[in-house]
């Protein structure tokens, strides 16, 4: 992990966190995917828009990640608010979103909620966090929502 203060492994989630394993919540939720097969960022964007909603509502810092193994940048972490208390990370080449995760979740403290469906984090992260699928959370995600709405 980075030695930045400002990265998440640096810094105890107040009310727990919600890790998100951010392509695998894409290719999971319907109009997030439709809407990444026409533009990837802007997918993106809505699911940070929609993350950083919810934890909003649930008091929750947000860890959101994207792999980033692929590309030929160092790891890059992005505030996503100014309490710093949202941030969206872009793992480093060679490095998953899963490892990413994974190791976050051995070395954080307090309440820790990661949301994916791949199996092998689940698996991976049982005895350190409480896991949500991914269409489970988006039932979370729209109880929420829905829950505001009225």
Known sequence: M???ARHPANRRGKNGWLIVDGYNIIG?????????????????DALADTLMDYCGHSGQDLLLVFDAHSGNQGERCQMLAETGAHQMVYTGKGQTADQYIERFVREAEGDLFVASSYGLIQVMIASHASRLSSLGFYKAVSAQQGNRAT
């Open 2 to 4: 980075a030695t930045d």
């Open 28 to 44: 999971a939720w319907e109009e997030l995917r439709d809407l990444a097969r026409v533009d990837l960022a802007a997918a993106r």
